[in-house]
């Protein structure tokens, strides 16, 4: 059985590229079917995040703690430069009045996604980075959005904290207690021992998230077919701006761990959140944008994924060229 777990999971993350956007295909095609189970996203979400931190202890989340700086400019390059970029290309193609505009501000500064727990620690990133800016990002989110909003649309937005808050505690705080507790416990070593199970179990979890959410967008999709030759480039551009923000942003560091959990966490947001937002508050035209990042920041991470891992191919091989000459 252990061995079993660990060949699948090296499977899965071999065949990432085609197993993510595959999720999202048979979202789609069977969204009827899995519509009543999209309740269970958090949940799923979860036990991902849990799987995460049981790698993580107290010393590595402190450690992050203390150094604030990075935290800072990831928020910057995130819900700033990002959303700065977004209103200036959505403003040039749409017009400053275009609801298209305020779905594509929106995507930007929504809090960074659950979701980068996971990509992080299968690129080899600093998954206690990660968990420490997901957790801050959403807990300031009831405070960043609206006045982001109203600075930009000059228009203010309600964001109920008390849903907010609850899904955080679900999602992100409750699983990463329980993580570290658990790592802690047994001084750094139950990761090891349960990997061969939890991280089978944390991958499919994923993919059901994957294909849950597209599910549940699916009705939203088929209503916006006229405008997805217009909004599909441009939105595909912003994501991957995003990611490139990210990785450019800290290659001064000369950290590859630091590039690697900053680009991720620049790439991707909570789009849940994002829809609910855009739905609630504005013009349904602005869930467009919204709708369309999720599509695509999934398959973008996977391709971000696998340029991660050639670059750090191409790294070790000359830094094994330059030791042997």
């Known amino acids: 059985m252990r061995e079993w777990g660990l060949a699948f999971n090296r499977y ?17 095609l069977f969204a009827n079917a899995l519509q009543p189970m999209v309740d269970a996203v958090p949940y799923l979400f ?7 931190a049981i790698g993580c202890g107290l010393k590595e989340l402190g450690g992050v703690m203390k150094k604030p700086g990075i935290m800072g400019l990831t928020f910057v390059l ?3 430069v990002s959303p700065l970029a977004a209103y200036w290309a959505g403003t040039a193609i ?9 779905g594509l501000v929106l995507f930007t500064i929504i809090p960074l996604g659950v979701s980068t727990v996971l990509w992080v620690g299968m690129s080899g990133g600093s998954v206690a980075l990660m968990l420490a800016m997901v957790v801050l990002d959403s807990l300031i ?15 203010s937005a309600d964001v109920e904290t008390g849903p907010l808050i609850l ?5 992100i705080v409750i699983p990463t207690v329980i993580g570290v507790a658990l790592n802690e416990a047994s001084k750094g070593k139950i990761q090891e021992k349960v990997k061969p199970y939890t991280a ?31 909004l599909v480039p441009i939105v595909i551009a912003l994501v991957a701006l995003c990611y490139a923000l990210g990785f450019a942003g800290t290659s001064f560091m000369r950290d590859e761990k630091l ?34 990042s999720i599509l695509i920041q999934q398959p973008l991470a996977t391709a971000h994924h696998y340029v991660l891992q050639k670059i750090n191919k191409s790294k070790t091989s000359a830094s094994g060229s330059a030791h042997v000459g």
């Open 12 to 28: 899965f993350e071999k065949w990432m590229f085609l197993i993510i956007p595959s999720s999202l295909v048979l979202g789609f």
């Open 46 to 52: 979860a036990f991902v995040t849990l799987t995460m």
């Open 78 to 80: 995130a819900h700033i």
């Open 94 to 102: 749409f017009g400053a009045d275009s609801p298209y505009v305020v």
């Open 141 to 155: 989110s009831p405070v960043v959005v609206p006045s982001a909003i109203h600075l930009f649309f000059d228009s």
């Open 167 to 171: 899904d955080l505690i679900i999602i």
């Open 200 to 230: 089978p179990v944390s991958k499919i979890c994923f993919v059901l998230v994957v294909a849950l959410n597209a599910s549940a967008i699916a009705p939203y999709v088929s209503q916006l077919k006229h405008d997805m030759v217009k």
């Open 259 to 292: 590039q690697i959990t900053v680009s991720y966490a620049t790439g991707m947001r909570n789009i849940s959140l994002g829809i609910v937002l855009a739905m609630g508050y504005f013009s349904p035209l602005a869930a467009v944008p919204v709708v369309l």
